[in-house]
């Protein structure tokens, strides 16, 4: 990872001596960590005043807690990608940071190299899950999609709705949808929000989910 290229890396965790060695870790691999911190507080400060391109957090810090966090960051800074990476794998802490805006979520047992390469593959617009919980989180969307169209009002997208979908299922950021497409960055966010409303989702982490399931997403392509 050249000069150029160095993501720019904040860390949140209330345990000093993870933060050290993962920010350790993080540097040697050509992360630039650019802040750290051990509560919501500190969090929502030092990202504000840094800006980082990637946050990876855990979810039980002093307050705000770390979703709080989460969805006020990605609401101030939308093209932010944060990893949560937590020592609890359960399905209510999961779901709660993807509803947040997560971009994924490891558990602290992963080792070193899947941490590393969770950081590398956020900061490139993937959603990153540990093994089995990509699976209880799309179980949920399929569930909360059912009963969203039960009642089947929900209008359907539009063709170029679909062409920013399949984009943002590719981890692209906005500006760049809007280049392919050769329109505004506010007629892509504009776009997004309107599929988020349609669909009765929560955030791109969801929308990546739900353009695998219509088979919207081609990682190949």
């Known amino acids: 990872m050249t000069g150029e290229e160095r ?16 920010s350790e870790d993080l540097e040697e691999e050509g992360f630039d960590v650019v802040a750290v911190a051990k ?11 840094t800006k980082p391109e990637v946050i990876v957090m855990d979810l039980q810090i002093p307050e705000p807690d770390g979703a709080t966090c989460i ?25 709660n940071a993807m509803k947040a ?34 699976g209880l989180v799309l179980g949920e969307f399929r569930r909360m999609a059912a ?29 760049d949808i809007a280049d392919q497409l050769c329109v ?6 504009n776009h997004v929000q309107n599929v988020l409303r349609k669909l009765q989702l929560h955030n791109r982490v969801e929308l990546t989910l739900y353009a695998i399931d219509q088979g919207l997403h081609d990682p190949n392509e």
């Open 39 to 49: 509560t919501g507080t500190e969090c929502l400060q030092r990202a504000r005043a």
């Open 71 to 95: 969805k006020t960051l990605v609401g101030e800074f939308p093209e932010l990608k944060v990893l949560v990476i937590s020592a609890s794998g359960e399905q209510e802490d999961v779901l």
């Open 7 to 22: 993501r720019r890396v904040m860390l949140v965790d209330d345990h000093p001596m993870w933060i050290e060695a993962l």
């Open 101 to 134: 805006g997560a971009k994924g979520y490891l558990v602290k047992s992963a080792s070193k190299a899947e941490l590393i390469d969770g950081v590398r593959r956020t900061a490139a617009g993937d959603a990153v899950f540990t093994p089995g919980l990509a």
């Open 147 to 175: 009963v969203a169209f039960e009642h089947d009002d929900s209008p359907a997208l539009t063709a170029r709705e679909i062409d920013v979908l399949r984009r943002v299922a590719k981890g692209l950021a906005y500006r």
């Open 184 to 189: 505004s960055h506010r007629t892509v966010q």
